[in-house]
C-alpha cells in the first residue's frame, strides 16, 4: 500500500470510527436513513480498498440494522473491535515507513 | 462460583448490548442498575480488569447527565467495546477452565516485592480532567542496582513508573499541582519527587511492563543527596521504539497509549503553533507538528496549564526534550515528560502550585466557598 493509499485510509477510519462512536451515543434504534446511507457509502470505499473484512463486518451491521435485529449491538461491537486493530496496523506500517525514510536520509544517530 | 460469574457475565453482555441499541439518552434505569451491579460483581469475583473498565462506563453515563460538557462519546464507546470483548472473552475462558487466559484478560501483572530501592524522578506527566481526577505519572530511575524477591537483579537505570490518582471529590477547586503537597503515610510529600534529589523507598512492590511501583503501607520513602549524572539515565537509543513498532501486533483491547515507549530528542524544531486535537476524545487537548530523528511526531499537551505551550514553544530544540511516545492514526504522538539540561525541568507542572502554602490558600478559599 503507498504512503498516500495508507493517509486516505486512516482518515476514512478516522470517519467512520467518528460516525460509530456518534451511533453509540445515540443508540442504534435511533438511526435513520442517511446514516444508514453514510455508512454504506463506507462500506463500498472499505471495498474498493481492498479491506474486505472489515467491509464484511460493516455490511453485516448495516442488514442488521436495516432488519431492526438485536444482533445489529453484538455486530457493531465485532466492526468497531476489527476498525481498531485496521487503525493500529496501519499506524504501525506508516510509522515504519518512515523510520526506514528517516533512515536512508541518514537522519538516525 | 464458574456459573454465578458465567451468569454474571452474560447478563453483563446483555446489558452493554441493550445500551448500544437504546443509545445514552434513553439508557434505561434498569440497564444503569445491571451495570452498577456488574461493575460491583466483577470487582468482587476479582475481575479486576473488567471491573475497571465497568467503573470508567458508568463515570461517562454519569457525566452525560450530569457535566455534559465533559462527556466524550469517544471515550464511551471505548470503553462499552472493552468491557463488552473482556466479558465474552472471559465467559469463554471460565467455560474452558482457560487460568492463563484468564490471568491475561485480568491483566493484573505478578507483583514481586523489593527491600529497598534508591530513584531519582527523570520526568513527569500531569492528567487532569475537571471534574474526574488529576493524575500524576512519575517516570523513575533506578539509581543503584536493586535485588528483587524473586532473585531477580535490576541494574541502574532501569525505568519504573510511579502513578498517583487523585479523584476530584478530593481536588474540589484545587489547583491539580496542590495534591503533590498533600503528606502521604509513606512519610513524604509528592512534592518530593521533583526536588532532583535521590529517593530511597523500603520496602516496594514492582509489577508489569515497565515496572510500575507500588508502594505498601509501611514503606518509608525518604530523600537524599542531589543527583547530578542525570544525563546517563535518560533514554539514549530510538533504536529501540523502532524495533518495538516492527515487531508490534495490535490487540482490540488496548488503548492508544497502552503501547509506548520513551524517547530522548536532542535535536527538535516544532513545526507549528498547538492547536486543539482533531482525534475523537482528545478534543480538551492541544497538537503541535514537531521534527526529530528525521520524522515528524505529534507533540500533545493538555491545555493547561497555559504556561506549558509557551515554555515549549520558548525553549523549541534548545534543550533536549524527554517524551513518551505511542501511535495513534498514523502518527507517532509525543507527551512531554521533562526538558532536560543539566538537570530535568518539568514543564507540565506549575511550580508555583505545588507547595504547602498554595495548598493551604486553596483548601482555605474551597472551604470559604462551600459556607
Not at chain 2, 503533590?180 to 508489569?208: N, S
Request: glycine share 6%.
Amino acid at each position: 500500500m503507498s504512503a498516500e493509499a495508507r493517509h486516505e485510509a486512516l482518515a476514512l477510519v478516522l470517519t467512520l470510527s467518528t460516525q460509530l462512536d456518534a451511533l453509540v451515543v445515540r443508540g442504534l434504534r435511533a438511526t435513520g436513513a442517511e446514516d444508514r446511507a453514510r455508512l454504506a457509502g463506507h462500506c463500498e470505499a472499505l471495498k474498493q480498498m481492498g479491506a474486505t473484512q472489515l467491509a464484511a463486518a460493516l455490511g453485516e451491521l448495516l442488514a442488521a440494522m436495516g432488519d431492526g435485529r438485536r444482533e445489529a449491538a453484538q455486530a457493531l461491537l465485532a466492526l468497531r473491535a476489527r476498525l481498531r486493530v485496521f487503525e493500529r496496523l496501519l499506524t504501525q506500517r506508516a510509522v515504519v515507513a518512515e523510520w526506514a525514510a528517516a533512515e536512508a536520509a541518514g537522519a538516525l544517530p | 462460583m464458574s456459573a454465578e460469574a458465567q451468569r454474571l457475565l452474560e447478563e453483563l453482555g446483555q446489558a452493554l448490548e441493550a445500551l448500544l441499541l437504546a443509545g445514552t439518552t434513553t439508557a434505561s434505569s434498569a440497564t444503569q442498575r445491571t451495570l452498577t451491579a456488574a461493575f460491583e460483581a466483577a470487582s468482587k469475583a476479582r475481575f479486576l480488569r473488567l471491573g475497571a473498565t465497568l467503573r470508567l462506563v458508568l463515570e461517562e453515563l454519569k457525566r452525560f447527565d450530569s457535566a455534559p460538557e465533559r462527556f466524550s462519546g469517544a471515550r464511551l464507546a471505548f470503553f462499552v467495546d472493552r468491557a463488552w470483548l473482556l466479558a465474552q472473552a472471559t465467559r469463554r475462558a471460565l467455560a474452558a477452565g482457560d487460568t492463563a487466559a484468564l490471568e491475561r484478560l485480568n491483566a493484573s501483572p505478578t507483583q514481586v516485592r523489593a527491600e529497598s530501592l534508591t530513584v531519582a524522578t527523570l520526568g513527569v506527566q500531569r492528567r487532569y480532567v475537571p471534574g474526574a481526577f488529576s493524575a500524576f505519572e512519575f517516570r523513575l530511575r533506578l539509581l543503584d542496582a536493586a535485588p528483587l524477591a524473586d532473585g531477580r537483579v535490576l541494574d541502574r537505570g532501569t525505568p519504573l513508573v510511579y502513578g498517583m490518582v487523585f479523584p476530584a471529590t478530593a481536588g474540589g477547586q484545587l489547583p491539580p499541582e496542590a495534591m503533590l503537597a498533600l503528606p502521604q503515610k509513606q512519610g513524604y510529600r509528592p512534592a518530593e519527587l521533583l526536588e532532583g534529589k535521590a529517593l530511597t523507598i523500603t520496602p516496594a512492590l514492582l509489577g508489569g511492563s515497565p515496572l510500575r511501583l507500588a508502594l505498601l503501607p509501611d514503606s518509608r520513602v525518604t530523600t537524599g543527596v542531589a543527583v547530578t549524572d542525570w544525563r546517563t539515565l535518560a533514554p539514549r537509543d530510538p533504536a529501540h521504539w523502532r524495533a518495538r513498532v516492527a515487531a508490534y501486533r495490535p490487540d482490540p483491547l488496548e488503548l492508544p497509549i497502552e503501547f509506548a515507549d520513551e524517547l530522548l530528542l536532542e535535536d527538535w524544531t516544532l513545526l507549528g503553533d498547538f492547536a486543539p486535537s482533531t482525534v475523537p476524545g482528545r478534543e480538551a487537548e492541544r497538537e503541535a507538528p514537531l521534527a526529530a530523528l528525521g520524522c515528524r511526531f505529534t507533540l500533545r499537551i493538555d491545555a493547561e496549564p497555559a504556561t506549558l505551550a509557551q515554555r515549549l514553544q520558548a525553549v523549541n530544540g534548545a534543550q533536549a526534550l524527554y517524551a513518551a511516545v505511542h501511535l495513534e492514526y498514523g502518527r507517532q504522538v509525543l507527551t512531554p515528560l521533562a526538558l532536560l539540561g543539566e538537570s530535568p525541568e518539568y514543564p507540565g507542572l506549575d511550580p508555583t502550585k505545588f507547595n504547602r502554602t498554595t495548598l493551604v490558600r486553596a483548601l482555605h478559599a474551597s472551604v470559604v466557598s462551600q459556607k
